[in-house]
């Protein structure tokens, strides 16, 4: 099959994660005998540079004609970079939030996976890490709170402020309908976190779910409360498999599942839309302290590809490929630096991809350094 896939190199550490990213997309396909057309795409600091814009219309256009998009992280260091000397709304990120809106990208997608290799690297205590945990947060990325209707008064000469968290029965239902075929993906069980006891929103959050349910009978539906959820993560992370939840709660649990599997350079993204259309970036920034030195960590780039090809591409056994390979790299022992631990070989960025590479294309390894 071919496929048309949009590449946004970004800031920083951007080019040389994605470097790495396309080597294995390219080895997959070489495997499995697809072909994927490339196109570059400028976003962020690029973009400024180029255009004197963080994002054009013809980035949107150009993003719009392809298959799914990989991107690495953009962004400069607010201290130093000129970027940061612009008017805000020409820094590098508003082109993120632009490209997001403009793609309607509304489910955002981010595992969480303990690789037993990194369980050193957990803050949980070894009885409560067990057999590991394979986490998929889905958070709804366009609407609740951080997009309602929001002011700051003064009442009877009192400072209040305002925020509206509104979410409709549409809204509720497209990301709950992804939220269940991709459970139909794993392991078929959604926990879906609301707070249902005090909030209406909540109750038709979870008025609606239940409906979805319906056409989904071979998936498990349990509801949680937010707080319950966040105690249950540090708890027992294992009882989860697909959490579905708004924006504010996702933003929240996400980045408290984050921490949970050791290394921010090993977690994947994607945000999709209600086609299958994709754009998939690590879940870190562009690092600009370690840019250009070829020791940036780059699986979340790499694994941010193996989710462009199942979600967007519907190829699963070339992701699991992928995957497996990833797998295969870290129980050989190879590191970067911000995974290396006493034992294991320390190896660079270009490296690593070449490893990932090797196991892809061999099923084994015969490149030990
Ligand atoms: P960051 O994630 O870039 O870096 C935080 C720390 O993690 C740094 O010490 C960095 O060296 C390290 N790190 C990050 N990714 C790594 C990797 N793959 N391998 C090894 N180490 C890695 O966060 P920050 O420093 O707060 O932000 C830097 C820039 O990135 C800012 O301009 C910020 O706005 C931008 N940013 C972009 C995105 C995005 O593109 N989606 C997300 C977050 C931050």
Redesign the pocket.
């Known amino acids: 099959m071919e496929y048309k896939i949009g590449l946004i190199h ?5 080019p040389e ?1 994605v470097h790495e990213a396309k080597k294995v997309l390219d080895a997959v396909c070489k495997k499995y005998g697809h072909t994927l057309i490339y196109s570059t795409l400028l976003l ?1 600091g690029a973009s400024i540079e180029a255009y004197g814009v963080p994002l054009t219309n013809e980035t949107v256009d150009h993003a719009k004609e392809c298959d799914a998009v990989l ?8 201290e130093t ?1 000129p970027w940061y000397q612009l008017e805000s709304s020409k820094r ?2 508003v082109g ?1 939030l632009g490209i997001r809106k403009a793609l309607n990208l509304f489910a955002n997608l981010r595992p969480v996976y303990l690789y037993d290799e990194l369980r050193a690297a957990c803050p949980l205590r070894e009885e409560i890490i067990g057999d590991g945990f394979d986490i998929m947060i889905m958070r709804e990325l366009t609407g609740g709170l951080y997009f309602g209707e929001k002011k700051t008064t003064e009442v009877d000469a009192v400072r209040t402020a305002i925020d509206t968290l509104t979410y409709n029965e549409h809204e509720i239902r497209r990301i709950a309908k992804r939220g269940f075929d991709i459970a139909m993906k794993r392991r078929r069980k959604i926990t879906s976190i609301d707070k249902a006891n005090v909030l209406d929103s909540s109750r038709l959050w979870r008025a609606v779910v239940e409906e979805v349910a319906k056409y989904y009978p071979e998936v498990q539906l349990e509801h949680m409360l937010v707080d319950n959820c966040a105690m249950q993560m540090v708890k027992n992370p294992a009882q989860f498999d697909v959490i579905l939840t708004e924006n504010m709660f996702g933003d929240i649990l996400s980045d408290e599942a984050s921490i949970l599997t050791g ?3 090993m977690l994947p993204s994607a945000s999709l839309n209600e086609t299958k259309f994709g754009l998939y ?10 840019a250009g030195q070829n ?7 790499i694994l941010s590809a193996a989710m462009m090809l199942r979600y967007s591409l519907d190829l699963d056994t070339e992701a699991d490929a992928v995957e497996n390979a990833v797998k295969k790299t870290l129980a050989n022992g190879y590191r ?3 995974i290396m631990s006493d034992g294991c070989r320390q190896t660079v960025t270009s490296k690593m991809g070449d490893l990932i590479v090797s196991y892809l294309v061999e099923g084994e390894h015969k490149n030990a350094k």
Do not use: F, K, R
């Open positions: 970004g800031d920083g550490i951007g994660i962020g991107m690495g992280s953009i962004g400069g260091d607010p970079s590098p990120e993120l290394s921010i350079g970036e690590p879940s870190h920034g562009s690092a600009p302290n370690i020791i940036a960590n780059p699986i979340a780039a970067t630096v911000d």
